[in-house]
C-alpha cells in the first residue's frame, strides 16, 4: 500500500469520526470540533487527488562533440541549455519583458568578453554593483544569481561555454567559442583551455 493511499485512507477515518460526531453527539463544543474534522478531512482528500509527480534534478544536456562542426552548432546546443538544464529563462529575458526578474540578456554578448561572461556565471560575486547616488557610503548590491556550475544547476564547462555562445549569438556578435574549446570526455583539457581558466582564477582573487 503506497503512501498515499495510507493518507487517503486516514483521510476518510477523520472525516467519518467526524460525522459520527455530528449525528449523535449533541455537546456544541464537540458537534463543532467534529465539522472542522470533516472539513480538514474533505480538503486532504482533495488535496491528495492530485497527481504527485517526482521532483527530478535537470537531466543533463548530452554534448556530442563528434557532431559540432561550427560556432553556431555550440550556440544552438547553448540555447538548449538556457531554456532547459541552465534555468536561465526562469529570471533572465532577451529582450524586454514585464515577468523577468533579473537583468535583460539582449545584447550582453556584445557588452561583456567571453572571459568575464564566464566569471559572471561561475562566480557572480566577483563584483559587486555599488550605488553612489545617494551621499555617504555607497549600497552595495551583490549579486543573487548562484553559481551555476555548482548546485542546483551544476553546469559543466562545455555547457557554460555553449550558454556563452548563445549570448553571444543572440547580440549579433561572432561568436568566440570554437571546437578547440571544448573539453573531450576522457580527455585532458588543452593547454590554452588550462591557461584560459588559470587567468579566470587569478582575476577572481585580484578582485
Known amino acids: 500500500?503506497?503512501?498515499?493511499?495510507?493518507?487517503?485512507?486516514?483521510?476518510?477515518?477523520?472525516?467519518?469520526?467526524?460525522?459520527?460526531?455530528?449525528?449523535?453527539?449533541?455537546?456544541?463544543?464537540?458537534?463543532?470540533?467534529?465539522?472542522?474534522?470533516?472539513?480538514?478531512?474533505?480538503?486532504?482528500?482533495?488535496?491528495?487527488?492530485?497527481?504527485?509527480?517526482?521532483?527530478?534534478?535537470?537531466?543533463?544536456e548530452k554534448i556530442d562533440i563528434a557532431s559540432i562542426q561550427t560556432p553556431t552548432d555550440i550556440a544552438a546546443i547553448g540555447q538548449s541549455v538556457f531554456f532547459s538544464k541552465g534555468q536561465c529563462a526562469l529570471c533572465h529575458s532577451i529582450g524586454p519583458s514585464e515577468s523577468a526578474r533579473c537583468p535583460d540578456l539582449k545584447g550582453i554578448g556584445a557588452k561583456l568578453s567571453q572571459e568575464f561572461l564566464y566569471e559572471s556565471l561561475t562566480d557572480p560575486q566577483a563584483f559587486v554593483y555599488q550605488d553612489y547616488r545617494h551621499g555617504g557610503v555607497p549600497k552595495e548590491y551583490p549579486a543573487t544569481m548562484p553559481a551555476?556550475?555548482?548546485?542546483?544547476?551544476?553546469?559543466?564547462?562545455?555547457?557554460?561555454?555553449?550558454?556563452?555562445?548563445?549570448?553571444?549569438?543572440?547580440?549579433?556578435?561572432?561568436?568566440?567559442?570554437?571546437?578547440?574549446?571544448?573539453?573531450?570526455?576522457?580527455?585532458?583539457?588543452?593547454?590554452?583551455?588550462?591557461?584560459?581558466?588559470?587567468?579566470?582564477?587569478?582575476?577572481?582573487?585580484?578582485?
Open 1 to 60: 500500500m503506497s503512501e498515499v493511499v495510507q493518507l487517503q485512507l486516514i483521510s476518510l477515518g477523520i472525516v467519518g469520526i467526524g460525522v459520527l460526531i455530528l449525528l449523535f453527539i449533541k455537546a456544541t463544543f464537540l458537534r463543532v470540533t467534529g465539522f472542522v474534522a470533516i472539513v480538514l478531512g474533505l480538503f486532504a482528500l482533495m488535496s491528495l487527488a492530485v497527481p504527485q509527480l517526482a521532483s527530478l534534478p535537470p537531466a543533463e
Open 148 to 207: 551555476i556550475d555548482k548546485d542546483p544547476i551544476g553546469l559543466s564547462k562545455n555547457e557554460i561555454l555553449a550558454v556563452i555562445a548563445f549570448l553571444q549569438q543572440m547580440s549579433g556578435e561572432p561568436i568566440s567559442i570554437s571546437v578547440s574549446d571544448l573539453d573531450i570526455p576522457g580527455q585532458a583539457p588543452s593547454a590554452p583551455a588550462k591557461a584560459a581558466e588559470s587567468a579566470l582564477v587569478a582575476d577572481a582573487h585580484m578582485h
